[in-house]
């Protein structure tokens, strides 16, 4: 089993400039960085597995999108969650993008068009809070960010994969795709946000000392 | 600053914003340049802080300080260039992929030109006695080469002043010498202060000039030479004769998929109710891979382990061995505490965890209440009630992880190095705490490279060899 | 499922002599042309100058790359008969249309799969920064996030059977596995936060937040050969759009 303490030294979060937390400054500390990586890095793991498992399992999806669309609200968890813990200007972006790296480096068959999605969907969802001028991180806030992120997908797929489709089908895979992704990547990104800060991990960012 | 580092506390004190309590208070200390010093006292003293704050690294916006903290003269976070620090978890202080770039990031952090960087890099390769090169990956390295290398980075610079934080904490004993051996090695032309903080006091007495204790109530003590930490007192033990067979591993062994060397050779393990068996040997032996097997966590690759009828009554298919089990019914008979106690949590109340295990096995909520009060009474938990689970310390969440795992009074309890980065009080805590799961009727099973857990509890030992194939 | 333990190549392979900025720059051209293609001639053309490719990223034996590409192909397939099940074309313009879209998904997807193989991320990440520009405490800590993922893979393991020990098993029931995995990756997720800020006060404690400019001890070249490879990617393009015009197929997004 791998070797990790436990080492619990609530001396280190203070290391970690708390300070610039409460006083909401929008330079990025190098744990604001670190951890928004590893959110990406993350998922970028959870992303490659399941790929994997779509690929496998994938035929019957395969012969009708509309019912993977559902799912489709994992993928676009980064882009939402990573500004509702660090809380800082391209946090969604920087995550998602992190993320399809990772899903690319791990060996991902879909290489540049990982990257692709990637950057784009980290961009339609960073606007949500852009929209907001990046100060309050709320329901709200999270939900427009992942109807938006969701949209993109849905273009993206529309526009690359799915163009001779009729306008009902098109509508219809959208429509599916939005509506997981507010609920898997809006109201799971606040809930799981609430869950990290209850665990004690957020404690050197905002978000895991004010209630959302 | 050149050279080593004069240390200066006076009065020195700090609260964290957050809290009443004073950290750390009334320290005065003076370290002359080039001195080794071994700061020593019980967990909540503050030598984290302390150390901490020698390290430039408490923002003083974090909290209130209280007299003087001088480094040559200037306040920490003016020198912070000028010090070298080391943690606890290599893994978490480890940035690059290849050692020599490892080493080389803190060098680039401060604008070293190229040129002459890699000279800087190579020599505290050597200082420390790293000689794998600088490609090698730092994944393939041991918990103690790891920490050899943070060492190596954190000497590149020639720091005034090298922080040592826990350094052995998380390392079995070979890699805990290696990396003594390795300080001493690298501050023996006395060019750098050292502060040490070590709760393996013992081992790291021969190695320092001083040592200082911090007081709980705030001050220190400077202990004289030949001073020796007061021994930890162990329960009193009385042996239990075995008593029947609970579960047997024969010639078990396994190999992971794809992977030419086993990861446990082919071996025999048996566990007698009332019996305690500690596997020990050096790392690499598979000392945690026999835990997961005799767990039912892992299935072997040759060999089976064989339950016995004590633990197999009650199966709805008595014929298959315990990885096959349903986890509903393994859970009742065979209880696993793994080495990383968070990985076991799945709810957010301690109250919630401990009713849980019964729950699984089927029990109604009213009796997993009861048993849920009756551990927490039992294992000083009932304060914790309603706290998440991920927010108690160390030692807190260790002894949860044993209360969950008793919850529903297994026969057998296995568990993996469970007093892994104890300090102190925990560690004798825990012992106690296991000691009195001894209670002759129970098989206890601990995977530990803690030799004093061996005496403090096992009644058989079970020492694994060296694989072959492996330096 | 066991995770790759390390990301990139285990050694140089001969596409890895171009310089990560290069590659992404083809990367970006033949992207860029692709996206706004619409006809048969263009991914294919674009194709076969990818597969030129694939031995000099050391994907030479056609098992390795199919076993890096089949889910890719896959799928590609599945594109062309989705368009024709639910498009509203008809007949052999339906499967023609089809095969024109999965084509292009092949041919945008290859190009990564090739820098991939050929690319070490730290290489990556030293190219960038020097040559793009891109903000060395991003690149860098990511790089120091991007260690971590052989430790989370071996931790997602450890969890589940942790879990399995706790009484906690999937069965077959999918709702139970659903609840399963968000459990354990929650536990993997609090792991990794609480993992992420201790390496984050590591590098500060290393002078990663100084605010003085970092040097790069491996440093990254650009010389002719990347050159040369951008113009050559940008001449597979116009020869692509050129085939593709000349053959009357040229229809690209817009019109």
Same mark, same amino acid.
Request: hydrophobic residues 50%.
């Given at each position: 089993m791998p070797a990790q303490g436990v080492w619990r030294s609530t001396v280190a979060d203070a290391a970690v400039h708390p300070s610039d937390a409460a006083r909401g400054t929008s330079r990025w500390r190098t744990v604001d960085i670190v951890v928004t990586a590893v959110l990406g890095v993350a998922f970028g793991v959870v992303f490659w597995a399941w790929n994997l498992l779509w690929a496998?399992? +994938?035929?019957?999806?395969?012969?009708?999108?509309? +019912?993977?669309?559902?799912?489709? +609200?994992?993928?676009?968890?980064?882009?939402?969650?990573?500004?509702?813990?660090?809380?800082?200007?391209?946090?969604?972006?920087?995550?998602?993008?992190?993320?399809?790296?990772?899903?690319?480096? &791990?060996?991902?068959?879909?290489?540049?068009?990982?990257?692709?999605?990637g950057l784009l969907q980290g961009a339609a969802g960073e606007a949500g809070y852009a929209v907001f001028g990046w100060r309050r991180y709320g329901w709200p806030q999270a939900v427009l960010s992942?109807? &938006?992120?969701?949209?993109?997908?849905?273009? &993206?797929?529309?526009?690359?994969?799915?163009?001779?489709?009729?306008? +009902?089908?098109?509508?219809?895979y959208t429509g599916l795709i939005v509506i997981s992704s507010v609920v898997v990547a809006g109201i799971g990104g606040v809930a799981l946000t609430r869950a990290l800060a209850a665990s004690g991990a957020l404690s050197s960012f905002a978000s895991g000392r004010t209630r959302v | 600053m050149i050279g080593p580092a004069a240390i200066r506390l006076a009065g020195w004190g700090?609260?964290?914003?957050?809290?009443?309590?004073?950290?750390?208070?009334?320290?005065?200390?003076?370290?002359?340049?080039?001195?080794?010093?071994?700061? =020593?006292?019980?967990?909540?003293? %503050?030598?984290?802080? !302390?150390?901490?704050?020698?390290?430039?690294?408490?923002?003083?916006?974090?909290?209130?300080?209280?007299?003087?903290? =001088?480094?040559?003269?200037?306040?920490?976070?003016?020198?912070?260039?000028?010090?070298?620090?080391?943690?606890?978890?290599?893994?978490?202080?480890?940035?690059?992929?290849?050692?020599?770039?490892?080493?080389?990031?803190?060098?680039?952090?401060?604008?070293?030109?190229?040129?002459?960087?890699?000279?800087?890099?190579?020599a505290a390769l050597d200082a420390v006695g790293f000689t794998l090169g600088r490609d090698r990956a730092t994944a393939a390295l041991s918990g103690g080469e790891k920490q050899r290398l943070v060492l190596a980075g954190a000497l590149a610079p020639r720091p005034g002043l090298l922080l040592l934080d826990e350094p052995t904490a998380q390392l079995d004993p070979e890699g805990a010498a290696l990396v003594r051996a390795?300080?001493?090695?690298?501050?023996?032309?006395?060019?750098?202060?050292?502060?040490?903080?070590?709760?393996?006091?013992?081992?790291w007495l021969p190695l320092v000039d001083r040592v200082v204790e911090l007081l709980p109530g705030g001050g220190t003590v400077e202990h004289p030479p %030949?001073?020796?930490?007061?021994?930890?007192?162990?329960?009193?033990?009385?042996?239990?004769?075995? %008593?029947?067979?609970?579960?047997?591993? !024969?010639?078990?062994?396994?190999?992971?998929?794809?992977?030419?060397?086993?990861? !446990?050779?082919?071996?025999?393990?048996?566990?007698?109710?009332?019996r305690t068996l500690a596997v020990t040997g050096p790392n690499?032996?598979?000392?945690?891979?026999?835990?997961?097997? !005799?767990?039912?966590?892992?299935?072997?690759?040759? %060999?089976?382990?064989?339950?016995?009828?004590?633990l197999t009554a009650g199966l709805r298919r008595p014929d298959r061995p315990p990885h096959r089990w349903p986890a509903g019914e393994l859970v009742q008979r065979i209880g696993t505490v793994f080495q990383q106690p968070e990985h076991q949590f799945l709810t957010g109340r301690v109250r919630d965890e401990l009713s849980l295990g019964a729950l699984r096995a089927g029990a109604g909520n009213a009796t997993a209440a009861r048993r849920a009060e009756e551990l927490m009474e039992r294992l000083g938990l009932a304060l914790l009630a309603e706290a998440n689970p991920f927010t108690l310390s160390g030692g807190q969440q260790r002894r949860l992880s044993v209360a969950t795992a008793l919850a529903t009074s297994p026969p057998v309890l296995v568990l993996d190095e469970p007093t892994f980065g104890q300090d102190r009080e925990t560690w004798a805590e825990l012992v106690a705490l296991l000691a009195a799961q001894q209670d002759g009727e129970r098989a206890l099973c601990l995977v530990t490279h803690d030799a004093a857990v061996v005496t403090a509890l096992a009644d058989d030992v079970l020492t694994l060899g060296r694989p072959v194939g492996v330096p | 499922m066991s995770a790759p333990l390390s990301l990139g190549p285990a050694r140089p392979v001969p596409l890895s002599a171009v310089n990560p900025v290069a590659q992404l720059t083809a990367i970006v051209l033949v992207t860029g042309v692709l996206l706004i293609s619409g006809d048969l001639v263009t991914p294919a053309v674009l194709l076969v100058v990818d597969l030129a490719l694939v031995p000099a990223a050391g994907l030479g034996r056609p098992a390795d790359l199919f076993r890096r590409t089949w889910p890719l192909l896959f799928s590609a397939a599945g594109v062309a008969w989705v368009n024709v099940a639910f498009g509203s074309l008809e007949g052999a313009?339906?499967?023609?249309?089809?095969?024109?879209?999965?084509?292009?998904?092949?041919?945008?997807?290859?190009?990564?799969?090739?820098?991939?193989?050929?690319?070490?991320?730290?290489?990556?990440?030293?190219?960038?920064?020097?040559?793009?520009?891109?903000?060395?405490?991003?690149?860098?800590?990511?790089?120091?996030?991007?260690?971590?993922?052989?430790?989370?893979?071996?931790?997602?393991?450890?969890?589940?059977?942790?879990?399995?020990?706790?009484?906690?098993?999937?069965?077959?029931?999918?709702?139970?596995?659903?609840?399963?995995?968000?459990?354990?990756?929650?536990?993997?997720?609090?792991?990794?936060?609480?993992?992420?800020?201790?390496?984050?006060?590591?590098?500060?404690?290393?002078?990663?937040?100084?605010?003085?400019?970092?040097?790069?001890?491996?440093?990254?070249?650009?010389?002719?050969?990347?050159?040369?490879?951008?113009?050559?990617?940008?001449?597979?393009?116009?020869?692509?759009?050129?085939?593709?015009?000349?053959?009357?197929?040229?229809?690209?997004?817009?019109?």
């Open positions: 496998a399992v +994938g035929t019957a999806f395969v012969a009708f999108p509309p +019912g993977q669309a559902f799912m489709y +609200g994992v993928w676009l968890l980064p882009a939402v969650l990573a500004p509702l813990v660090v809380r800082k200007a391209g946090a969604g972006l920087f995550a998602e993008l992190i993320a399809a790296v990772v899903s690319a480096l &791990l060996g991902s068959a879909w290489g540049s068009i990982v990257l692709l999605y992942a109807a &938006l992120a969701g949209a993109m997908a849905a273009v &993206l797929d529309l526009y690359n994969y799915y163009r001779d489709w009729t306008t +009902g089908w098109m509508t219809t | 700090f609260r964290h914003a957050s809290r009443r309590a004073w950290a750390v208070r009334d320290v005065d200390l003076s370290v002359a340049p080039g001195e080794r010093v071994l700061l =020593t006292g019980t967990s909540g003293a %503050g030598k984290s802080t !302390l150390l901490r704050a020698l390290g430039g690294l408490l923002e003083p916006e974090s909290g209130d300080t209280a007299g003087e903290l =001088t480094l040559d003269g200037a306040p920490a976070d003016r020198r912070r260039q000028q010090v070298g620090m080391v943690f606890q978890d290599p893994d978490s202080q480890l940035v690059m992929t290849r050692a020599g770039d490892d080493v080389a990031f803190g060098l680039e952090n401060t604008g070293t030109p190229p040129e002459r960087i890699w000279p800087a890099v190579d390795t300080v001493v090695r690298a501050v023996a032309d006395r060019s750098a202060t050292l502060v040490v903080v070590d709760h393996d006091v013992e081992s %030949g001073w020796r930490p007061a021994p930890l007192r162990l329960p009193a033990r009385r042996p239990h004769p075995p %008593g029947e067979q609970l579960l047997a591993a !024969l010639a078990t062994g396994f190999t992971h998929r794809g992977s030419g060397t086993p990861a !446990l050779l082919p071996t025999d393990a048996e566990l007698r109710a009332g690499g032996t598979g000392k945690s891979t026999l835990a997961l097997l !005799l767990a039912g966590l892992r299935a072997p690759t040759t %060999g089976t382990v064989r339950p016995g009828p004590a | 313009a339906a499967w023609q249309s089809g095969a024109t879209w999965a084509l292009r998904v092949v041919a945008l997807a290859l190009p990564g799969v090739l820098l991939v193989a050929a690319t070490d991320p730290v290489r990556l990440a030293d190219a960038l920064t020097v040559h793009w520009r891109v903000s060395t405490r991003f690149a860098y800590g990511s790089l120091a996030a991007l260690r971590l993922v052989p430790l989370l893979a071996a931790e997602w393991e450890s969890i589940r059977l942790a879990r399995r020990a706790r009484g906690v098993e999937a069965g077959g029931n999918p709702v139970a596995s659903a609840r399963l995995l968000s459990g354990t990756a929650f536990a993997l997720l609090v792991g990794a936060i609480r993992r992420a800020t201790r390496l984050a006060t590591a590098m500060d404690a290393r002078g990663f937040d100084s605010g003085v400019v970092r040097t790069n001890a491996r440093g990254s070249v650009l010389r002719p050969l990347d050159g040369w490879f951008v113009a050559g990617a940008a001449a597979a393009c116009a020869v692509a759009v050129t085939a593709s015009v000349l053959t009357g197929a040229w229809s690209p997004v817009f019109s």
